[in-house]
């Protein structure tokens, strides 16, 4: 068998791409031919499908994220002040792009009941995604950042649920400065003494 003769980092994140604009179902095979520049026999070949491809994307696009992620806390001189920072870049990306999805949301959204396997894959990453912030929660607590009255887990998932709440309105196209306030909302409601 040939080794691939292509960037695949690049054919994911145009694969990866085109699936945020467009949906998984109405990605069409010449749309991914368009995007990677790559022929739908070498994606056959390098992916198996077009489920491959995605399955591949999400991958790609949930290891870009930890290391945006991971960089945006290395640059802080707290944890509190990571959180913060990542809250903030949320929503410059909401504000400045055209599109405004996270891959793992939108394919979860389309395919739920449709295929197990992915829902099963995007299900695990937005886990994985849960305990990583629960995990920067814990040491906010323990430097005496946040209070300690709250399961850094349940801290997780009321984060999550305000950045997923930010994105969906961010669509709605809300007066600029909308979801800087909603966002410090979010952060003051966490870092409110008990």
Not at 90 to 97: G, K, S
Not at 171 to 176: N, V
């Amino acid at each position: 068998m040939r080794k691939a003769e292509f960037d695949q980092q690049q054919v994911l994140r145009a694969a990866m791409e085109v699936f945020i604009a467009k949906g998984y179902s109405k990605t069409s095979m010449q749309d991914l031919k368009q995007a990677t520049g790559l022929h739908p026999g070498s994606i056959y070949c390098a992916f198996t499908n077009k489920k491959g491809l995605l399955l591949a994307a999400l991958e790609h696009y949930r290891n870009e994220r930890l290391l945006e992620f991971e960089a945006l806390f290395a640059n802080t001189d707290s944890t509190l002040a990571g959180i913060k920072c990542y809250l903030q870049h949320v929503v410059d990306e909401c504000e400045r792009e055209q599109v405004k999805d996270c891959l793992l949301q939108k394919a979860l959204s389309e395919l739920v009941q449709q295929d197990s396997e992915v829902e099963q894959v995007i299900c695990a990453m937005l886990k994985q995604y849960e305990v990583t912030l629960a995990n920067k929660f814990a040491l906010a607590q323990q430097a005496g950042e946040l209070k300690n009255n709250c399961d850094s887990t349940e801290l997780a998932q009321f984060f999550m649920m305000g950045i997923y709440g930010i994105r969906t309105l961010s669509h709605t196209h809300p007066a600029k400065g909308t979801l800087a306030q909603l966002a410090n909302k979010l952060f003051d409601y966490l870092t409110m003494p008990s």
